[in-house]
């Protein structure tokens, strides 16, 4: 019992930068994205996929534990400083050239539009994108590279502990007790306004706007603090919109690829 007591309490601390939103969370963001898809996109991603957005948007997640796929690592995430400025989160993004989120969505976007590219190929850079674009609408997926991303601040979720990172990755959905299709059905009822605005925010816009609520979620919290019912009224409508850019901003994505 005190080893498995251990193993336990070593998994929550682990620093799993690439594991955001949980399986639950990516399968409400591409159900949303797959509703929002025209009708010729649809079409097309389901004969590259094999399957649904939503049945696709785990795949990097399974593939961690294969070491042919370990290089996907730090696609998941980008870490910035605290205090930065809008302005310097939009300039550092301009200007970056390393191995992160931003920069492998923008290579995947480039690489999917280009008709010769293999299908093998094709699907893994689809799946990936999709995951993605999940990804970085989880707010400590652009957190601080001190605390990678809320791992290392640690909490207790109704008595049992957890880091910050995790809370948002999937502890925080599951508490809403709703399958993904539920969960999709709830959220997939904004204006064709909102939407068009949405989908005309360029992905650096995605980034910064999670690296600004990130900043409030920090914020938010003290270490060890003991959180509960509280915590999750005071930010699921945060959490819900956030599922739900996910899957518009996926949506757009994928129809300007296979429109």
Not at 73 to 78: E, S
Not at 129 to 143: A, K, N, R, S, T
Not at 224 to 231: I, N
């Amino acid at each position: 019992m005190i080893k498995r007591i251990a193993l336990l309490a070593l998994f929550v601390y682990l620093p799993l930068q690439s594991m955001a939103w949980g399986m639950l969370g990516h399968r409400i963001v591409g159900e949303i994205a797959e509703r929002n898809m025209s009708n010729k996109a649809k079409k097309k991603v389901r004969q590259i996929l094999g399957e649904s957005v939503a049945m696709a948007s785990n795949w990097p997640d399974f593939v961690k534990s294969d070491p042919a796929y370990k290089y996907l690592d730090n696609w998941h995430y980008i870490n910035l400083k605290d205090g930065m400025f809008a302005e310097a989160v939009e300039a550092h993004l301009r200007q970056d050239t390393t191995t992160n989120a931003y920069t492998k969505i923008n290579f995947l976007v480039s690489e999917l539009k280009k008709q010769e590219l293999p299908q093998a190929t094709k699907q893994m850079y689809l799946r990936i994108l999709i995951h993605l674009v999940g990804d970085v609408h989880q707010p400590m997926h652009v957190g601080r590279p001190e605390d990678l991303g809320g791992n290392r601040v640690r909490l207790e979720w109704f008595n049992s502990p957890t880091n910050l990172h995790r809370l948002w990755d999937s502890q925080l959905i599951e508490y809403q007790q709703l399958s993904y299709t539920e969960y999709a059905t709830v959220l997939n009822c904004t204006t064709k306004e909102q939407i068009k605005t949405w989908q005309a925010q360029p992905i650096s816009q995605w980034f910064l706007n999670s690296y600004q609520i990130a900043d409030k979620l920090y914020d938010s919290v003290k270490p060890e603090e003991k959180l509960s019912y509280r915590y999750n009224f005071d930010h699921v409508d945060t959490l819900n919109e956030q599922l739900l850019k996910g899957g518009i901003h996926l949506a757009g994505l994928l129809n300007e690829i296979f429109g």
